[in-house]
């Protein structure tokens, strides 16, 4: 699994095509095309009429000659069965019903969030809505009438569904509509295979969608399992819908947007697991970036959905509607001073919980099952990928040798964790240097089919971790940091003098610390007061070899100081 996984990473993380270009949501996509025409207007109108000029081969009216519709108590469902592009079976309908009411009545009344406002006119059949119903169509997202509207481009390349805020003129970002892909097909990039229909006499083309959606938890393609992809559908672009009714998400875009309606879709409809996709992505992204630029690697914001999970199982399954009040209150606000807003409120700590989140998802993939399931991030946790994590001699490389995807154990080496604010590291094997560090720390202890989690607090913990390394089967350090800067909390020093690993069991480095700067050298004498040796030293922290401490130490019992008066402590050496 984990040379697989290897590969996928260098394949598919970095060349978004085919397959890995699609699976997305319409709501991110137009967002990034707004931004784009935004800042290339000329291009973009460009390509505008370029695109709709290759398209008109027919009026959009023409791909289909009857718009059905199915209204329940929230909905109005709008739809063809005509052949073409469009066409979909009235089982379609049903399942989609039956999904967008129990999409609004976890997210309007379980959780208690604003009521979806829908447009008047829809985008794409041109029909009115009954009042009092929000709209949803069902059609060929690569193949609408005014993609640009929606989508901010021609072709999606693979969207479920698209939720979109008003498009008139005067649009009231409250309003929206929302456009379910008919059969989970698409149009893949690059591609110039086209259908056609005959209308009136008239030869039609339109883009073939030749290419299928797939569930990558399960391996089932959704063409096929369409109920499945209706259910995680409905319950995401529902929550875009919800989103709106607080702020106008592409004026106040956030990589929450998709954070959270995707981990909504997983709550909602929990046996599909559409997320397990986007995970790797999220780990990867992490390990390069803080968190508000967790969107910088694509998909990257969809997988941090597993953030909302731990939030929502561990702290409040509540507390997202506070974060979209606070961004109805404060649109300009960043998603992590919203959160640290909602977590003070309920007198906790933000760093304290970004760590403890950061440290639960070591957990997962196969290092799920080596501690109570109470301290997993979700109960997918094992089926998950394993992080990406750092071995602590890579110095920062970005060779593939350098990246563990579980337990690894790694020679004992010096290494200076590297976190920015809103980051978390991982690194395997290795002792820290904790000198100017400044955020959250623990480690983990893996020993056989069991894994111990201890909380870094002081100086003390670090040297009584350094023994326990040497009966563990391999360790895992986390570091974190997430709330400002001036009160991140340091790690605290112990002004003891004191050997470490005590006892010394013949194998590493054996360290003294902290050394006054006073002082030149350390003194090491017998039990009897027989000098050693004496090891100059020029940081707080002096380390000598293995080769040297057998040259010079037998077992038993020593003594030691800085300097050549004052008290010595004692340390024992055994091997």
């Not at 149009?187 to 569930?215: F, H, I, M, T």
């Not at 290092?367 to 001699?393: F, G, H």
């Amino acid at each position: 699994m984990r040379t697989k996984f290897i590969v996928f990473l260098l394949s598919t993380l970095f060349v978004l095509s085919g397959t890995a270009a699609a699976h997305k949501c319409g709501m991110a996509f137009a967002y990034q095309n707004r931004k784009n025409a935004a800042a290339n207007p000329k291009g973009f109108a460009a390509k505008r009429i370029t695109i709709a000029r290759a398209q008109q081969s027919c009026d959009a009216d023409a791909y289909y000659d009857t718009v059905l519709t199915r209204e329940t108590e929230h909905f109005q469902i709008f739809y063809t069965l005509d052949e073409g592009p469009h066409a979909t079976i009235p089982e379609f309908i049903d399942s989609l019903a039956v999904a967008l009411e129990d999409a609004f009545h976890f997210h309007t009344v379980t959780m208690g969030m604003r009521i979806p406002m829908g447009i008047d006119t829809t985008s794409h059949y041109q029909k009115p809505v009954k009042k009092g119903l929000y709209p949803i169509e069902v059609a060929d997202i690569d193949f609408l009438r005014d993609p640009y509207n929606t989508l901010g481009s021609d072709y999606c390349h693979g969207c479920y569904g698209i939720t979109f805020p008003d498009p008139s003129a005067n649009g009231d970002h409250n309003k929206s509509g929302i456009i379910i892909d008919n059969d989970f097909h698409y149009v893949p990039k690059y591609s110039s295979r086209e259908g056609s229909l005959v209308k009136d006499g008239k030869v039609c083309n339109y883009p073939l969608a030749s290419e299928v959606q797939y569930n990558r938890a399960h391996g089932y393609s959704y063409a096929d399992n369409w109920d499945k992809a209706i259910r995680v559908t409905a319950f995401h672009e529902l929550y875009h819908a919800v989103q709106l009714r607080y702020t106008h998400l592409f004026e106040h875009w956030s990589h929450w947007i998709e954070a959270s309606a995707t981990a909504n879709e997983e709550i909602g409809v929990p046996d599909v697991n559409d997320y397990f996709f986007y995970i790797p992505y999220f780990f990867n992204s992490m390990n390069e970036f803080p968190l508000y630029l967790v969107d910088t690697i694509a998909y990257g914001d969809y997988g941090e959905s597993i953030l909302y999970l731990y939030l929502y199982k561990h702290v409040d399954k509540h507390f997202d509607k506070e974060i979209w009040e606070n961004f109805a209150k404060t649109p300009n606000i960043s998603f992590e001073e919203n959160l640290e807003k909602v977590l003070n409120k309920r007198n906790l700590s933000a760093d304290s919980v970004f760590h403890d989140f950061a440290t639960r998802l070591t957990l997962s993939g196969e290092n799920a099952n080596t501690v109570d399931k109470k301290l997993w991030v979700w109960d997918d946790q094992p089926n998950w990928e394993s992080p990406r994590i750092r071995s602590a001699n890579s110095n920062y490389s970005d060779s593939k040798e350098d990246y563990y995807y579980g337990k690894e154990t790694s020679a004992s080496n010096k290494f200076v964790p590297d976190t920015s604010l809103y980051s978390f590291r991982y690194y395997a094997g290795g002792e820290p240097d904790l000198e100017n560090y400044r955020g959250r720390a623990s480690v983990l202890l893996f020993n056989g089919n069991k894994t111990e989690i201890r909380r870094i607090a002081n100086t003390g913990t670090i040297d009584s971790i350094n023994r326990e390394t040497f009966l563990a089967d391999s360790i895992l350090w986390v570091f974190s940091r997430f709330a400002n800067p001036k009160s991140i909390p340091e790690v605290i020093k112990d002004s003891t003098l004191r050997a470490f690993p005590v006892p010394w069991r013949g194998s590493g480095m054996l360290c003294f610390t902290p050394l006054p700067d006073t002082k030149k050298f350390i003194e090491i004498r017998t039990g009897r007061g027989e000098l050693v040796l004496r090891e100059p030293y020029t940081k707080t922290t002096h380390c000598i070899s293995e080769e040297r401490i057998k040259e010079k130490m037998k077992p038993g019992v020593y003594r030691f100081r800085a300097g050549a008066s004052g008290k010595l402590e004692k340390f024992l050496v055994v091997y």
